[in-house]
């Protein structure tokens, strides 16, 4: 561990003096924007790797509140391979669409209103992200290391950040980016890194997959025949709390759960209430509305990477996944993917224009995940670094749900200070609602947020603006 932080350090402080002022950088005006933002935004590229290969692009969005004395937080999208621009204009950003997806209005609960915050394209091959030598071979460790190089080339280019609180923030497989990334900082020394948060983040294979059978039941997606099946032949003993739905090698236990498959197949995994259109067909792009693109959802995709070392299928299925391709079921991306398209919005954000069509979820990177349980590096970071951390979930995700993060949250054995309550938030009305509810130990913080599915600042951005500004502030919820 030591060696990488060394070797990153002593290349970082090399690449510097390669680079000229960032004020190139500047994003002076936007395509179809229709507010004038008050805040400065910069967008380009940052060089990381051996001899530089590597470039990733970032769009850096300051606050517009007070930049100089905010906390710096960098959000980090998931998949592996995919963009955090969907965060940026889809989530959390001070960008949202309109209806049509004809133009792009201010979003009022945007994470800038309170922070600086920088969007990363990671690792190379993502969206505009790209590498000289045409290498889109990597890593858990190898985009954590590539991360942190970039984070050290910004501070480089925006030193008056550098004594800021940093936060490191991200979704879905930010479930392994964010803290693999976190005890990297921390460690080095170089970085003022107070904390990181995770939303629906995937942090442990097994307990993902044993966790989304209960949730399923639980909501009435699986009648009570096939879990009594379930529970005789995928539990120890029979009790519901000895299960393994997720490599066991009994035979009517993966029967069972193919047939639970079956059942599953269709939903919007992303938001469970929300719909899922047949592919090609439109829908509009509302501030809660997530879903389009596709209704021929294979469970399989959602299994990807959850169930393993069981069966040849799920072998080959697995190897046969190593590179993403296609827009994650029920997503309408196709007003990001237009606008990131266009040639004015690329000439505008300074981005290479002869890179592959740009897309939200990468086809070129081949991703070798090398954490199928992330405890070992939690429990590393509570012990040798003093970083604090919330991990959040939408309560109607299905594709990593609230319970599977909430028994791994549990299986960190942290002290319990406060048990489960409620945790409020203002409505547009002024009045107190309940937002969610909150688990808190002494470093960590388990919170969900009633009615959000896989991208909760999509789904509730208000009650996510609130969860957002309590963990900055390290507020009790």
Request: hydrophobic share 35%; charged share 20%; with cysteine.
């Amino acid at each position: 561990m030591i060696n990488v932080i060394t070797q990153i350090h002593i290349c970082g402080l090399l690449l510097v003096f390669c680079y000229a002022a960032i004020e190139e950088d500047l994003v002076t005006s936007l395509p179809l924007i229709s507010f004038t933002p008050n805040f400065k935004q910069y967008s380009g590229y940052l060089s990381v790797g051996d001899k530089n290969q590597r470039r990733l692009h970032y769009w850096f969005v300051e606050s517009s509140n007070d930049p100089i004395n905010d906390p710096l937080v960098l959000w980090l999208n998931g998949g592996p391979g995919c963009s955090s621009m969907e965060g940026l204009l889809a989530e959390n950003g001070p960008f949202k669409f309109s209806q049509d997806g004809e133009s792009v209005m201010y979003n009022k609960f945007s994470w800038n209103t309170i922070a600086n915050v920088l969007y990363l394209e990671a690792p190379a091959g993502v969206g505009f992200s790209y590498s000289l030598d045409n290498n889109y071979t990597t890593s858990d460790n190898q985009t954590a290391s590539d991360n942190f190089m970039a984070l050290l080339m910004f501070m480089k280019y925006f030193p008056e950040y550098e004594k800021n609180p940093l936060f490191i923030t991200g979704e879905s497989y930010g479930g392994v980016y964010v803290p693999t990334l976190s005890r990297l900082l921390s460690l080095s020394g170089l970085f003022n890194i107070k904390g990181f948060a995770v939303g629906n983040g995937l942090s442990s294979y097994a307990i993902n997959t044993n966790s989304l059978v209960f949730f399923s039941y639980y909501h009435g997606l699986i009648g009570q025949r096939l879990w009594d099946t379930l529970v005789h032949y995928c539990c120890k003993n029979g009790v519901p709390n000895e299960c393994n739905f997720a490599d066991n090698l009994d035979e009517s236990c993966n029967n069972g759960m193919q047939e639970f498959e079956k059942l599953i197949e269709g939903l919007n995994i992303y938001n469970m209430y929300d719909e899922c259109y047949p592919t090609g067909r439109s829908q509009n792009v509302g501030a809660n509305n997530s879903s389009s693109m596709h209704s021929d959802f294979n469970p399989k995709f959602l299994m990807f990477g959850l169930k393993y070392n069981v069966q040849d299928s799920y072998k080959h299925f697995l190897e046969s996944r190593q590179k993403l391709s296609e827009t994650p079921p029920c997503v309408n991306a196709a007003p990001l993917t237009n606008y990131m398209n266009r040639a004015d919005v690329q000439k505008a954000i300074h981005v290479k224009t002869d890179v592959p069509h740009w897309e939200v979820c990468s086809n070129r990177i081949n991703y070798i995940r090398q954490y199928m349980d992330m405890t070992d590096v939690y429990r590393d970071i509570l012990s040798r670094t003093n970083l604090r951390f919330v991990i959040y979930n939408g309560d109607i995700d299905m594709a990593c749900n609230y319970l599977g993060d909430e028994w791994f949250v549990d299986s960190l054995s942290q002290k319990l200070v406060d048990p489960w309550k409620q945790w409020y938030c203002k409505a547009a009305d002024g009045t107190e609602q309940i937002a969610g509810y909150v688990k808190q130990f002494e470093r960590v913080k388990f919170v969900t947020i009633r009615g959000a599915g896989h991208m909760v600042p999509n789904d509730k951005p208000r009650p996510a603006l609130s969860l957002f500004g309590k963990f900055l502030r390290d507020e009790s919820y």
